[in-house]
């Protein structure tokens, strides 16, 4: 199935750890995000790779930091994780190119949970 | 500072009858809209958008439109079905080929059979 996929699904761990959560798109879009969802339901952009460039990185906590291995992947590592990073973290991608407006096609999530 | 709102965070809407979601905005910048519709464990898709220089789209049963002066935007669905029943997010943007959209918080529409 083309799709964007997030691994894994749920993620629950201790304040201070370090975790990852890997994200794969088989559309062949160019440009890649990751967004937080918070307990508000405020969906807010955190980073867009272009390319595997970075060309969105809002105000995010450097403990977050992506990385682009290749135009299909974006992986979120988070270090030192606490409390206020619980949330559902949402992978996207668009096409990029010819088109001027590009709606994204998201992943499933993965809801992360800090004790 | 939200600057795309729903306003409403829940409707309830029996099956057949319209269902009108509302998204208000306060960025005169935004040019482009769209509406994302969500089901529960899965992530948003794409549902139908709008240009700032139209005041209408139309696709099937969803229609957008677009008030500019009164920074509006609201998604008719009709008639409703019972699996239009998800949350329905707005999302702007600004500017040509801008990766940036700024969703608001969504609507949880139920369509009552």
């Known amino acids: 199935d083309t799709a964007v996929s997030q691994t894994p699904k749920y993620l629950v761990t201790q304040m201070g750890n370090d975790k990852s959560i890997k994200c794969e798109q088989n559309?062949?879009?160019?440009?890649m995000y990751w967004y937080k969802q918070d307990s508000k339901k405020f969906l807010k952009i955190m980073f867009s790779?272009?390319?595997?460039?970075?060309?969105i990185n809002e105000t995010v906590p450097n403990r977050f930091s992506p990385k682009s291995p290749d135009k299909a992947h974006l992986n979120l590592h988070i270090n030192s994780l606490e409390l206020g990073d619980s949330a559902v973290y949402f992978c996207?991608?668009?096409?990029?190119?010819?088109?001027?407006?590009?709606?994204?096609?998201f992943g499933p999530g993965t809801r992360l949970t800090v004790l | 500072d939200q600057q795309v709102k729903q306003n409403s965070p829940s409707l309830s809407v029996q099956e057949g009858r319209i269902s009108i979601l509302n998204c208000d905005y306060t960025?005169?910048?935004?040019?482009?809209f769209l509406w994302y519709k969500k089901y529960p464990a899965e992530g948003p898709t794409f549902l139908i958008s709008i240009s700032s220089i139209k005041d209408k789209n139309e696709d099937g049963r969803f229609t957008v439109f677009l008030n500019k002066s009164a920074k509006h935007l609201s998604l008719h669905i009709v008639p409703s079905q019972p699996g239009d029943s998800a949350v329905y997010f707005c999302a702007a943007s600004a500017g040509s080929g801008t990766y940036k959209y700024i969703f608001g918080t969504g609507t949880r529409l139920k369509v009552l059979a």
């Open positions: 790779y272009n390319n595997k460039e970075l060309i």
């Open positions: 559309l062949g879009h160019d440009t």
């Open positions: 960025n005169s910048m935004f040019d482009y």
């Open positions: 996207a991608s668009s096409p990029s190119g010819t088109r001027i407006y590009n709606e994204q096609f």
